[in-house]
């Protein structure tokens, strides 16, 4: 059996599992979806990037888990592939559902074109948060409308040191066992970083046709293919 700690992407909190967790549970497992703080029911609770990272290994150490899989969902990816390095031998495998992925002194925006000058300028205008988007962001993605209008309901503002912070990696994430989920609707190729890494004899890829949120879109098939990469 295995464990999953289920962390999602920015502005989002552990209810966006709601639909993949009874999948999971089904098959065996165990599931556990992951708020990070300053987000959904934990919104208020100070935090920058170290913050979230002690959260995903604290989740591990509070329930004791053992053959952890750990899914990081778009930002997530950052914290959740610390988080990996640090819970030493009770990983089983990381799955890196659409995400960015954690480089030594390089922050969430590093990589952004313009070196995330436009993120800090938002976050500086909203008292030092990444501020909601619209329904109209969502578009084009495989989601529903009623999908869309629970997914911008749901959301709170993200804490923006979380996504100006550098990472912090002992070694390289080649020596992780790792599973990179690359959508298809939001980008039909990895970008530069998640292709150096899939380089790896420990990483493989798993595309699917839709867009960046399939816990939403496609729960099913994203928990097939987590199901999957437990087994490997």
Known sequence: MA?????????????????VVPYLRAAGHGAHPLTLSGLADKRGVPAGQQTHVQDVVDEVD??????????GHSYSGIP????AERIGER??????????????GESFVSAW???????????????????????????????????IARIV??????????????????RTLTELPATYILCLLAEAEPDEDVTKLLTSEHWRLVEMNTGHWPMFSQPRELADILLDAAGE
């Open 62 to 71: 509070r329930q004791g888990l053992r053959d952890v899989v750990l899914v």
């Open 91 to 104: 990983l089983a495998r990381v799955v890196f559902v659409d995400s960015a992925v954690p480089a030594d």
């Open 80 to 83: 959740v592939g610390q988080a």
């Open 153 to 170: 309901g749901g959301s709170t503002p993200h804490p923006g040191a979380t996504l100006t912070e550098p990472a912090v990696l002992a």
């Open 113 to 147: 074109p313009d070196g995330g000058a436009t993120v800090k300028a938002s976050i500086a205008e909203n008292g030092g948060f990444w501020p909601l988007v619209t329904a109209a962001h969502f578009d084009g993605h495989g989601l529903t409308d009623e999908q």
């Open 3 to 19: 464990d999953f700690v289920l962390v999602a992407g920015a502005r989002l909190g552990a209810w966006a599992w709601d639909e």
